[in-house]
């Protein structure tokens, strides 16, 4: 495993824009491990103005191997060696995105605090989180569970700073959520916080940048 460091890395940390679109509608649920419900929206092709307005952080393709997971629901990893003072940073920080409240989690297993959007705020897609206003949580071991536009999920996948959540491809099931690993070093910070900015602009409509959250 490579050696933790808390020094910043300005390659990782730039950021370029590109465009993000999702094509799919479905209810989400998430590492609890209670099947989608029949009663759940049916997925449905979907494009929205508001969708491919959103703009993402390029992912760097993350170094090393893919960490280790369940790979079944629940849906954790399994090879985290948490540094406290990185976890404790990440924390919060994701907690600064604004009307986020620290909440119990509502979609995953004890223990796990949910990122919740305040009943003040408008959403501009109420049906990525139907039946919460959880729209990612981080678990004990620093860890998260992130909804995001499906193409934005594949990249996260694909550059390795998560994998998407086994049950992506069931009905009635969003399938743009992740996991997104445990971040190592406050550069791996930055790169989470991205996704969470990504997740919460998604969500709500706002085009946040991790810049304006201290």
Same mark, same amino acid.
């Given at each position: ?9 300005? %390659? ?8 993000? +679109?999702?094509?799919?509608? +479905? ?6 491990? !209670?099947?989608?419900?029949? !009663? ?16 993402? #952080? ?28 990185? &976890?404790? $940073?990440?924390?919060?920080?994701? #907690? ?23 009943? $003040? ?12 206003? @959880?729209? %990612? ?13 499906? &193409? ?10 998560? @994998?998407?959540?086994?049950? %992506?491809?069931?009905?009635? #099931? ?31 409509? &706002? ?8």
């Amino acid at each position: 495993m490579k050696r933790r460091t808390e020094q910043r890395n300005p %390659a990782l940390t730039g950021a370029v824009l590109l465009g993000a +679109a999702v094509t799919t509608v +479905a209810l989400a649920a998430c590492s609890r491990g !209670d099947e989608p419900t029949d !009663d759940a929206s049916t997925a449905q092709s979907s494009t929205s103005a508001s969708d491919s307005q959103l703009t993402a #952080f390029v992912l760097p393709e993350r170094e090393g191997p893919r960490r280790e997971s369940t790979g079944d629901v629940p849906h954790v990893q399994l090879d985290v060696e948490p540094n406290p003072a990185v &976890d404790a $940073e990440l924390r919060r920080r994701a #907690f600064q995105l604004p009307g986020v409240l620290d909440l119990p989690t509502d979609r995953s297993l004890p223990g796990a605090r949910g990122l919740a959007l305040s009943d $003040e705020l408008d959403l501009a897609r109420p049906d990525v989180i139907e039946g919460s206003r @959880e729209f %990612a949580h981080i678990h004990p071991d620093g860890s998260l569970h992130v909804w995001l536009p499906v &193409d934005r999920a594949l990249e996260v996948h694909e550059t390795k700073w998560g @994998e998407t959540h086994p049950w %992506a491809d069931r009905e009635g #099931f969003w399938p743009g959520v992740v996991m997104v690993y445990a971040p190592e070093t406050l550069d791996e910070v930055d790169i989470t916080l991205h996704i969470l900015a990504d997740a919460y602009n998604f969500v709500t409509g &706002d085009s946040i940048t991790i810049a304006e959250i201290p």
